[in-house]
């Protein structure tokens, strides 16, 4: 076997084969030519069958050389032709290696090449696919940030807490790509929960959902602060799994417990319909967030409240605020029971108010309210007191005061606002009021009614041609 492999040029150089190659292809023909016209055509010539066969064992022997540098050059140009597809892209390519030479070493090499080319682009795909996933990741948090700025920009701007539980509530369903979110909210003094807040394509039947603090799929999350999840990783008894769903709707949820002053107040949540759904930590994460934004703002808004209630003054009239004169009014009426002494009530309010908003401004809005409460500050004795009860509307308190008194005090009021204006060129601003007068106990015996009472007074002498005060409602039938 040795032998033969030695015998043969498959497992020979290329150096080997070219050199067998030129032998056959010069040297040897050359020598036969040589021997035939030396023996035979020079002596004699002609043309002999030796001869003839002499020549065609010459040309096959050349033919044969031939042969054995086409099969090199073969080889070559093959590998050559496949350098260039791997050079196009064609990476996968693979050459076969037939023998171990020179050009087996080519193409072994140029496989070797290849395939850690091929490793080299794996790799790469893999740090896109990794780079992929961090720049959406990036993004993510990015987003997560801007919401969280766009929320904590509500609560500093002193929005209403139902918008900023809107923003938030929306927020938290887009990120964490849930098919709706809602949020649970319970006021002050009450235990039930009611949805407050729903997001997401057909949520308004979440709007209905009343639960209870009892409930067993939300006792844990309301009585001991803990987070309710519903997925293939977290089932529940298949009694409060059909329950749960006959009620939301939804086959998987994550809820987390809002926590305030000792007491959960609201549960944001997040869910969708899909099947063997199983939520992530990044979810939980990113729900967590969002339920500390809207504890901030439920707070802020208790502090705000609070603040509201200890202050008594309005800061751009300087008159007393609506929860001050309230509670003041309550008292009076209080006393005057007491007494057996009348008290009076009068509650003004601005014509075309929001016509002159809407036309000119908050800016001259602004002046025209803090020059009425200034008219009406200096139309009041120092036992009277007089608050901006509204918007567009004043409240009086007249201690000691029927309504005829009230009604006196009321139309002087009303005069010096409509002179006071009567100087504008242009008619819109020419400001007027409409005024009702309320008595106890003749119109009610506790600051509610009284109130109440001129607020329908009010309606009446705007409904009778505006700038007036009205004090009894027989005047509707007396004016018609």
Do not use: W
């Amino acid at each position: 076997m040795t032998k033969k492999a030695d015998m043969s040029l498959a497992s020979r150089s290329l150096r080997y084969k070219l050199k067998i190659s030129f032998y056959l292809m010069s040297i040897l023909p050359l020598l036969v030519c040589i021997y035939l016209v030396s023996n035979y055509v020079l002596p004699n010539v002609g043309v002999k069958v030796d001869v003839i066969a002499s020549v065609a064992i010459s040309t096959i022997i050349a033919v044969a050389g031939f042969l054995v540098i086409k099969e090199v050059f073969d080889r070559i140009v093959s590998v050559s032709a496949v350098a260039k597809l791997i050079a196009a892209g064609n990476i996968h390519y693979k050459l076969d290696i037939e023998h171990q030479d020179e050009v087996g070493d080519l193409g072994h090499s140029l496989n070797q090449l290849t395939a850690r080319i091929r490793s080299n682009m794996d790799e790469l795909k893999t740090y896109s696919e990794k780079t992929t996933e961090i720049n959406l990741d990036i993004q993510k948090r990015v987003l997560v940030l801007s919401s969280l700025l766009q929320i904590s920009s509500l609560v500093s701007q002193g929005a209403k807490l139902e918008d900023i539980l809107r923003v938030a509530t929306e927020k938290a369903r887009l990120l964490a790509n849930s098919d709706v979110s809602y949020l649970l909210y319970r006021e002050d003094e009450i235990e039930d929960f009611c949805v407050k807040i729903a997001d997401g394509a057909n949520s308004e039947y979440l709007l209905k959902i009343m639960v209870e603090p009892q409930e067993s799929l939300f006792q844990k999350a309301i009585n001991i602060n803990k987070p309710l999840i519903l997925d293939k990783e977290n089932m529940l008894s298949e009694n409060l799994t059909v329950d749960f769903y006959e009620k939301f709707r939804l086959k998987n949820t994550l809820a987390l417990p809002i926590f305030l002053s000792g007491r959960v107040v609201a549960m944001l949540g997040i869910g969708n319909t899909a099947e063997s759904f199983l939520y992530r930590r990044e979810d939980m994460e990113l729900l967590d967030i969002f339920s500390k934004q809207i504890a901030i703002a439920i707070e802020n808004d208790k502090l705000m409240q609070k603040v509201e209630k200890l202050e008594i003054k309005d800061t751009l009239t300087g008159l007393y605020n609506e929860s001050f004169i309230r509670q003041r009014l309550e008292e009076e009426i209080k006393r005057s029971i007491v007494y057996h002494r009348p008290c009076a009530f009068i509650l003004f309010d601005i014509d075309n108010f929001s016509k002159f908003q809407q036309q000119f401004g908050s800016r001259q809005t602004e002046a025209i309210l803090k020059k009425i409460g200034s008219l009406i500050k200096d139309s009041l004795s120092d036992v009277d007191r007089a608050a901006r009860s509204g918007d567009d509307q004043f409240a009086i308190i007249l201690p000691e005061k029927n309504k005829r008194q009230a009604q006196k005090i009321a139309e002087n009021i009303r005069k010096n606002i409509e002179l006071t204006f009567t100087h504008e060129t242009d008619m819109a601003k020419r400001i007027t009021v409409s005024g009702g007068i309320s008595e106890n106990p003749l119109d009610g015996i506790d600051a509610e009614e009284l109130i109440t009472e001129a607020n329908d007074l009010v309606a009446l002498a705007k409904k009778q041609g505006r700038n007036r005060i009205v004090s009894f409602k027989e005047a509707e039938s007396s004016e018609s």
